[in-house]
T-cell receptor
């Protein structure tokens, strides 16, 4: 059974800092892993999807890495901005088509 | 291109009343998901459709919840009767549908249900 844990639960940083969000999963037999962003009162927006054959995926200031053997993924945000403030969730597959979500990291970037 | 559309955005009802949520997925997306999200938690899958077929409804409380996806496009999720513990955000998501592996899911804004 897949379980997904995200640490830290909350993070507050000054603008401009580089930061790392962590995601760990218990079942390493995964096809891919997704990172999402959720703004208050909104749905989830897909940020990055890393295939199991990849080790990294980049989009702008975001870089996600995947280490299946250790059951870990990290989301790196470079030069953080106040607009990055949101909750970041990772999701790992359980079985073929079902995603298990972590509880998220609530990020606040201070101007 | 329009994203996933959900309505209503907010719903307040008395306990024991029925309620229904509607979802219109992105055009061409074969897979549709309904999730429940409690405050401070990640979404939890309720049901997944491949076209009009419910292929995973193991997490759907079938005594009070029902869902349908007519013609493999729009979907409705119904609760009858609602209980206080059903208060949550109900999210709909869709994806193209990949034979090999789960692919990128696109989420709607959700319906926030409050049961009094």
């Amino acid at each position: 059974k897949q379980e997904v844990t995200q640490i830290p639960a909350a993070l507050s940083v000054p603008e401009g800092e580089n930061l790392v969000l962590n995601c760990s999963f218990t079942d390493s037999a995964i096809y891919n892993l997704q990172w999402f962003r959720q703004d208050p009162g909104k749905g989830l927006t897909s940020l990055l999807l890393i295939q199991s054959s990849q080790r990294e995926q980049t989009s702008g200031r975001l870089n996600a890495s995947l280490d299946k053997s250790s059951g870990r993924s990290t989301l790196y945000i470079a030069a953080s901005q106040p607009g990055d403030s949101a909750t970041y969730l990772c999701a790992a597959p359980s079985g073929t088509y079902k995603y298990i979500f972590g509880t998220g990291t609530r990020l606040k970037v201070l101007a | 291109e329009a994203g996933v559309v959900q309505s209503p955005r907010y719903k307040i009802i008395e306990k024991k009343q029925p309620v229904a949520f509607w979802c219109n997925p992105i055009s061409g997306h074969n897979t549709l998901y309904w999730y429940l999200q409690n405050l401070g938690q990640g979404p939890e899958l309720l049901i997944r459709y491949e076209n009009e077929e419910a292929v995973d409804d193991s997490q759907l409380p079938k005594d009070r919840f029902s869902a349908e996806r007519l013609k493999g496009v729009d979907s409705t999720l119904k609760i009858q009767p609602a209980e206080l513990g059903d208060s949550a955000v109900y999210l709909c998501a869709s994806s193209l549908g990949s034979v090999a592996a789960p692919d990128t899911q696109y989420f709607g804004p959700g319906t926030r249900l409050t049961v009094l």
